[in-house]
Protein backbone atom coordinates (compact mmCIF):
# COMPACT_ATOMS: atom_id res chain seq x y z
CA UNK A 1 0.00 0.00 0.00
CA UNK A 2 1.51 3.29 -1.03
CA UNK A 3 1.81 5.91 1.83
CA UNK A 4 -0.09 9.44 0.78
CA UNK A 5 2.48 12.34 -0.04
CA UNK A 6 1.05 15.03 1.97
CA UNK A 7 0.95 12.45 5.39
CA UNK A 8 5.19 12.02 4.21
CA UNK A 9 5.82 16.02 3.89
CA UNK A 10 3.82 16.79 6.82
CA UNK A 11 5.74 13.74 8.84
CA UNK A 12 8.54 15.58 7.62
CA UNK A 13 8.15 19.08 8.67
CA UNK A 14 6.92 17.50 12.05
CA UNK A 15 10.15 15.95 12.85
CA UNK A 16 12.55 18.92 11.00
CA UNK A 17 10.25 21.13 13.80
CA UNK A 18 11.68 18.86 16.12
CA UNK A 19 15.10 18.91 15.08
CA UNK A 20 15.18 22.16 14.89
CA UNK A 21 14.16 22.67 18.62
CA UNK A 22 16.38 20.22 19.75
CA UNK A 23 19.30 21.81 18.37
CA UNK A 24 18.91 25.17 19.75
CA UNK A 25 17.92 23.71 23.43
CA UNK A 26 20.46 21.52 22.83
CA UNK A 27 19.34 19.46 25.67
CA UNK A 28 22.11 17.23 27.87
CA UNK A 29 19.82 16.54 30.88
CA UNK A 30 16.30 16.67 31.60
CA UNK A 31 15.35 16.28 36.01
CA UNK A 32 11.96 15.91 37.46
CA UNK A 33 10.57 15.73 40.99
CA UNK A 34 7.07 15.09 41.13
CA UNK A 35 7.48 13.93 44.80
CA UNK A 36 5.39 10.93 44.06
CA UNK A 37 8.03 8.72 45.32
CA UNK A 38 9.14 10.77 48.05
CA UNK A 39 8.05 10.00 51.53
CA UNK A 40 5.28 11.57 53.35
CA UNK A 41 6.51 14.05 56.18
CA UNK A 42 9.54 14.59 55.14
CA UNK A 43 12.09 16.51 52.65
CA UNK A 44 13.30 15.30 49.01
CA UNK A 45 16.34 13.44 49.26
CA UNK A 46 19.57 15.91 48.93
CA UNK A 47 16.75 19.20 49.85
CA UNK A 48 17.52 21.76 52.79
CA UNK A 49 15.40 24.37 54.02
CA UNK A 50 17.32 27.92 54.55
CA UNK A 51 16.05 31.59 54.97
CA UNK A 52 17.49 34.88 53.88
CA UNK A 53 16.88 37.50 56.36
CA UNK A 54 15.10 35.47 58.95
CA UNK A 55 13.24 37.20 61.70
CA UNK A 56 11.66 33.96 63.54
CA UNK A 57 11.71 30.22 63.29
CA UNK A 58 12.39 28.53 60.39
CA UNK A 59 9.59 27.46 57.99
CA UNK A 60 8.46 24.19 58.08
CA UNK A 61 8.75 22.19 54.46
CA UNK A 62 7.63 18.44 53.88
CA UNK A 63 5.97 16.17 50.90
CA UNK A 64 2.21 15.71 51.72
CA UNK A 65 -0.97 14.52 50.25
CA UNK A 66 -2.67 16.84 47.92
CA UNK A 67 -5.17 16.80 44.52
CA UNK A 68 -3.94 18.20 41.18
CA UNK A 69 -6.69 18.59 38.81
CA UNK A 70 -8.93 16.32 40.78
CA UNK A 71 -6.08 13.72 41.06
CA UNK A 72 -4.63 12.61 44.27
CA UNK A 73 -0.96 13.36 44.14
CA UNK A 74 2.23 14.31 46.69
CA UNK A 75 2.72 17.90 46.59
CA UNK A 76 6.13 19.31 48.02
CA UNK A 77 4.56 22.36 50.43
CA UNK A 78 5.75 25.04 52.99
CA UNK A 79 3.34 24.20 55.66
CA UNK A 80 3.89 26.37 58.37
CA UNK A 81 5.73 29.98 57.28
CA UNK A 82 6.16 30.60 61.34
CA UNK A 83 7.41 34.30 60.42
CA UNK A 84 5.14 37.01 58.96
CA UNK A 85 8.08 39.45 58.55
CA UNK A 86 7.64 41.09 55.00
CA UNK A 87 11.69 41.03 54.49
CA UNK A 88 11.66 37.39 54.99
CA UNK A 89 12.26 34.45 52.16
CA UNK A 90 11.71 31.19 53.07
CA UNK A 91 13.49 28.98 50.54
CA UNK A 92 14.20 24.93 50.03
CA UNK A 93 16.32 24.09 47.81
CA UNK A 94 19.25 21.94 46.57
CA UNK A 95 22.70 21.75 44.67
CA UNK A 96 22.66 18.26 43.81
CA UNK A 97 22.02 19.37 40.40
CA UNK A 98 23.52 22.72 38.95
CA UNK A 99 21.54 24.70 36.60
CA UNK A 100 22.97 27.18 34.68
CA UNK A 101 21.19 28.00 31.16
CA UNK A 102 18.18 26.03 30.19
CA UNK A 103 14.38 25.90 31.29
CA UNK A 104 13.09 25.37 35.04
CA UNK A 105 9.16 25.46 35.23
CA UNK A 106 7.27 24.27 38.30
CA UNK A 107 3.16 23.93 39.26
CA UNK A 108 2.25 25.94 42.42
CA UNK A 109 -0.85 26.50 44.29
CA UNK A 110 -1.18 29.61 46.98
CA UNK A 111 -3.00 28.31 50.06
CA UNK A 112 -2.94 31.34 52.27
CA UNK A 113 -1.27 33.85 53.74
CA UNK A 114 -1.95 37.37 54.95
CA UNK A 115 1.44 39.43 54.01
CA UNK A 116 2.06 37.65 51.20
CA UNK A 117 0.71 34.65 49.51
CA UNK A 118 2.34 32.46 45.82
CA UNK A 119 5.29 31.96 45.14
CA UNK A 120 7.81 30.18 42.88
CA UNK A 121 11.42 28.69 41.62
CA UNK A 122 15.15 30.02 42.54
CA UNK A 123 18.01 28.94 40.29
CA UNK A 124 21.93 29.66 39.95
CA UNK A 125 21.36 29.92 43.83
CA UNK A 126 25.08 30.48 44.90
CA UNK A 127 23.54 30.33 48.61
CA UNK A 128 20.84 31.28 50.43
CA UNK A 129 21.88 35.14 50.10
CA UNK A 130 22.37 35.03 46.36
CA UNK A 131 20.25 33.87 43.74
CA UNK A 132 17.27 34.53 40.59
CA UNK A 133 13.46 34.13 41.53
CA UNK A 134 10.79 34.76 39.99
CA UNK A 135 7.25 34.46 41.64
CA UNK A 136 3.59 34.81 41.37
CA UNK A 137 1.34 36.55 44.05
CA UNK A 138 -2.43 36.30 44.14
CA UNK A 139 -2.47 39.29 46.79
CA UNK A 140 -0.71 42.00 44.08
CA UNK A 141 -2.20 39.89 41.03
CA UNK A 142 1.36 40.23 39.65
CA UNK A 143 4.41 37.69 38.31
CA UNK A 144 7.85 38.87 38.74
CA UNK A 145 11.19 38.14 38.09
CA UNK A 146 14.08 38.97 40.77
CA UNK A 147 17.66 38.52 41.70
CA UNK A 148 18.80 38.50 45.55
CA UNK A 149 22.00 39.85 46.61
CA UNK A 150 23.72 39.75 49.36
CA UNK A 151 20.08 39.48 50.91
CA UNK A 152 18.67 42.50 49.04
CA UNK A 153 16.30 41.64 46.35
CA UNK A 154 15.66 43.39 43.25
CA UNK A 155 12.76 43.43 40.93
CA UNK A 156 14.08 42.61 36.88
CA UNK A 157 10.99 42.57 35.32
CA UNK A 158 7.08 42.52 36.36
CA UNK A 159 3.42 42.17 34.47
CA UNK A 160 0.18 42.58 35.93
CA UNK A 161 -1.57 38.97 35.36
CA UNK A 162 -4.71 37.74 37.56
CA UNK A 163 -3.49 34.45 39.95
CA UNK A 164 -6.60 33.11 41.73
CA UNK A 165 -5.27 31.25 44.64
CA UNK A 166 -5.99 28.14 46.01
CA UNK A 167 -6.03 26.49 42.14
CA UNK A 168 -2.80 25.35 40.30
CA UNK A 169 -0.43 27.62 38.17
CA UNK A 170 2.22 26.76 36.40
CA UNK A 171 5.61 28.98 36.09
CA UNK A 172 8.06 28.43 33.36
CA UNK A 173 11.91 30.17 33.23
CA UNK A 174 14.08 30.16 30.24
CA UNK A 175 17.48 31.56 30.96
CA UNK A 176 20.29 31.14 28.72
CA UNK A 177 23.34 33.41 29.37
CA UNK A 178 22.00 36.88 30.74
CA UNK A 179 18.53 36.67 28.85
CA UNK A 180 15.56 35.41 31.18
CA UNK A 181 12.35 34.98 29.86
CA UNK A 182 9.16 34.41 32.47
CA UNK A 183 6.08 32.70 31.36
CA UNK A 184 2.63 32.09 33.33
CA UNK A 185 0.39 29.10 32.33
CA UNK A 186 1.88 29.48 29.02
CA UNK A 187 2.04 33.08 28.57
CA UNK A 188 5.42 35.41 28.13
CA UNK A 189 4.76 38.15 30.26
CA UNK A 190 8.99 38.70 31.01
CA UNK A 191 11.84 39.52 29.00
CA UNK A 192 14.97 41.09 30.47
CA UNK A 193 18.68 40.45 30.37
CA UNK A 194 20.91 40.98 33.90
CA UNK A 195 24.43 39.77 34.38
CA UNK A 196 24.43 39.64 38.21
CA UNK A 197 25.11 36.12 38.50
CA UNK A 198 26.88 34.34 35.71
CA UNK A 199 27.94 31.07 37.13
CA UNK A 200 25.82 27.99 37.33
CA UNK A 201 23.94 27.01 41.03
CA UNK A 202 21.29 25.28 42.87
CA UNK A 203 17.51 25.00 42.50
CA UNK A 204 14.96 24.93 44.67
CA UNK A 205 11.76 27.17 45.82
CA UNK A 206 10.69 30.11 47.42
CA UNK A 207 8.06 31.85 49.27
CA UNK A 208 8.10 35.18 51.19
CA UNK A 209 6.97 36.00 54.76
CA UNK A 210 3.53 34.01 56.07
CA UNK A 211 2.77 32.71 52.49
CA UNK A 212 1.60 28.95 52.55
CA UNK A 213 2.10 27.33 49.02
CA UNK A 214 1.85 23.82 47.55
CA UNK A 215 3.95 23.27 44.68
CA UNK A 216 4.17 19.92 42.16
CA UNK A 217 6.30 18.77 39.02
CA UNK A 218 9.47 20.34 39.49
CA UNK A 219 11.40 20.38 36.00
CA UNK A 220 14.56 21.43 34.41
CA UNK A 221 16.17 20.97 31.03
CA UNK A 222 19.89 21.75 31.27
CA UNK A 223 21.02 22.64 27.59
CA UNK A 224 24.88 23.22 26.40
CA UNK A 225 25.34 26.69 27.37
CA UNK A 226 28.57 26.83 24.95
CA UNK A 227 26.19 26.93 21.91
Known amino acids: MSVPRRFIISVFVLLSALFIKA ?24 WKVEVTNPRGNIATWVVISDSNDGEKT ?3 AITNANDDFG ?14 DGEIEVRFKAIKGV ?5 GPL ?10 VARANPLENNFRVYYVKD ?3 KTLDSARVDVPSKKWHTIKIVHKGNHI ?8 YLDVKDSTFKDAGGVGLWTKADAVTYFDDLNLFLIDSGK
Do not use: H, M
Open 23 to 46: DAFAVEKAVTWNFDKEAAGKLPAG
Open 87 to 100: GTFNICWTDSVQFK
Open 74 to 76: QVF
Open 151 to 153: GDR
Open 123 to 132: WRVQDKYNYY
Open 181 to 188: EGYLNGKK
Open 115 to 119: EDQGG
